[in-house]
């Protein structure tokens, strides 16, 4: 794997905060496009276990992920400035946006970006579900533990968080006795 300077992590994680509309969910396959495919830095595996240890961590996903990468190719120092990286164009907008807020919302222009942006925002999540799929170990447990936390949600509806925590402690359980039964 390569390795990329402190100035250049952070810059790409400048551009990744840029474009990054929809919220955390959409990152993978911008994180997957420019650190595995484009600069081969990180293997797809990695950044999928990243993106699922920021999910189950508090805060938000972006910033979670950006500093287990910056962590993963530059130490503490990456860390932090990956994640600022990520934070820094959203700030600002942010900032610029909330002053102006009450004349934007009233806006048909802008009513309709918001409407295009949203649907992106809906094919990105799309992407990051194929990349999730397509890069999970699938067996008969996987399958099991799938179903049952769809049917909580669906049909059941459970809320996401009870949902989360009853199958964190479920997936425990099951990876105890699987790893027990071949030990025996």
């Known amino acids: 794997m390569n390795s990329t300077s402190l100035l250049n992590l952070y810059l790409i994680f400048v551009k990744i905060g840029a474009i990054l509309l929809g919220g955390g969910y959409v990152i993978l396959p911008l994180?997957?496009?420019?650190?595995?495919?484009?600069r081969s830095l990180?293997?797809?595996?990695e950044i999928v276990?990243?993106?699922?240890?920021?999910?189950s961590l508090p805060g938000i996903i972006a910033a979670n992920i950006s500093m287990f990468i910056g962590y993963k190719l530059r130490g503490k120092r990456g860390a932090l400035l990956a994640m600022l990286g990520v934070i820094t164009v959203p700030f600002f907008c942010i900032v610029a946006l909330a002053s102006l807020l009450s004349i934007l919302t009233e806006n048909?222009?802008?009513q309709s970006v918001f409407w295009g942006v949203g649907i992106a925002v809906i094919a990105l999540i799309l992407l990051?579900?194929?990349?999730?799929w397509?890069?999970?170990?699938?067996?008969?447990?996987f399958y099991i533990v799938f179903f049952l936390a769809l049917a909580s949600l669906v049909i059941f509806e459970f809320s996401p968080i009870?949902?989360?925590l009853?199958?964190?402690?479920?997936g425990i359980i099951l990876n105890k006795v699987v790893k027990q039964k071949e030990a025996e």
């Open 128 to 132: 990051t579900m194929r990349e999730l």
């Open 108 to 110: 048909q222009y802008v």
């Open 166 to 170: 009853i199958f964190t402690l479920f």
């Open 42 to 45: 990180i293997k797809k595996e």
């Open 31 to 38: 994180i997957t496009n420019e650190f595995a495919t484009k």
């Open 134 to 141: 397509q890069n999970t170990k699938k067996d008969l447990s």
């Open 162 to 164: 009870k949902t989360i």
């Open 49 to 55: 276990d990243y993106f699922a240890l920021a999910q």
